[in-house]
């Protein structure tokens, strides 16, 4: 970098190794091009209010009470006032006037929290917080055989889930040889983490064509060969629904994993943050699954993706089942995790705030309900939408083909035709130079050998999408067969 001194230092190897794809080369010569004036479309990342999508009312109201309490009392003369005057209240829409729901739910978290967003707030977050969160894995899982209630003390609110995964990744690798099992492809929070904390990544290959399934087989071929290499595995990672893949796993899948890992001392690491996003599938947890057996589980989520689309407000939890102990210690990974949390303190509070709402959602009968449905339902019929037309365009590029359901946010087609000596990062960057379209190469996610896929967010308005879907395939036969 030119403004560097010319000053040498030594530094972790492991940082300077880490990569991630999501905001790579693609993205950053995206981020010139839109400089130079071009319009560019980021669909490398799944940050669905970069991409037009609006905030739910219901989460901004209660915030922006909650900011600024003194509003709390002046929504309510101003409520007072418009009853009193036709001429105001014709002139005022639902949306203008906050409902009484709004202004209860920010004063009662006033209440409970004492100290409003200004203050640090326990490291593990709000035990109020924890308990709503508690409640809601209950209400989500409970009906499930052998299920074992969410307990308050074994919940972290943390900013946004890659928190989480870095407490307990980082915790797990104490020496070079320790593994830890992800799929491949990946979302690469996982590998830039595992190469952080100096450890060994262990691949396991979910099958493409049967929708990127995972069996006993594919997790023994990769334990084993890991094994056999030296290396210590301590814990499979799994994405549900799947990024970069969206594929949807079923309650006989996760048991088998669950299995899996119980035989051979494994912890699982189950990152649901997408637990919204199945588009008409039905989502399992492995909280539901895992029953009395005593495997440690650490299941994620996060208010970035869903319907709420809030990443920006780095709101996230962490329950944990079966918690080990630390070995050659007397603590266990609860008070070690808590540890972690404590060195920076606490999560962001808005974001505290944001996983509460998110746990919380408005019931029927409540004056915020329907329009809070109404929003939710928008958004997420809207993406599925928007998915089937992306795949829809697929079916006119040359050798192009998407593998399952659609889950999460994006898809990941595989290129089954390129021109000699290119690959998947080539294409993406033509792609990206000549219709502003930014997608992520696959080989960011990690791939089987031999094969290339890209990954697009399908976030972009529909209007976006309809312009640029045909600039795409024009391109891509253009570009395949050149
Ligand atoms: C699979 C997966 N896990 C975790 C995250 C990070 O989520 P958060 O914003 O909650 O840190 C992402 C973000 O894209 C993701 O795709």
Redesign the pocket.
Known sequence: MSDSSKLQIPVNRNILEMEYA?RGPIPQRAAQLSIQGMKTIPCN??NPQALGQSPMTYYRQVLSMVEDPSRIERERKLSKLVKLSSELKSSLSEVDLYPEDILAVAQNFLDKNGKGLGAYSESNGPLFIREAVAKFIDRRDGRATDYVAAKPNQIYIT?????G?KYVIDLLISKASDGIMIPIPQ?P?YSATICKAGGTQVNFYPDEESGWAINRSILEDSYNSAINNGTTVKAIVV?NP??PTGGILDAETINEIIDFANERNLVIIA?E??QENVYGAEFVSFASVVGKRQVPLFS?H????GFYGE?GH???FMEVRNPPMAADSSLSFLEVIQKQASVSLCSNTVGQLMVLLMVTPPIAGDPSYDLFIREKNSILDALEDKARLIRAAFTQMDGMEAFGRTG?MYLFPRMGKLPVGTNDFDYCMALLEETGLTTVNGSGFGQKEGTFHLRIAFLPPKELLADVLPKWIEFHNRYVNK
């Open positions: 999501v990342i799944g900013n946004g889930a890659s928190e995964v979302y929070l994405i799947g990024n990152d943050v997408y994620l996060s208010v970035s993706k990443c780095r709101g996230g999460a």
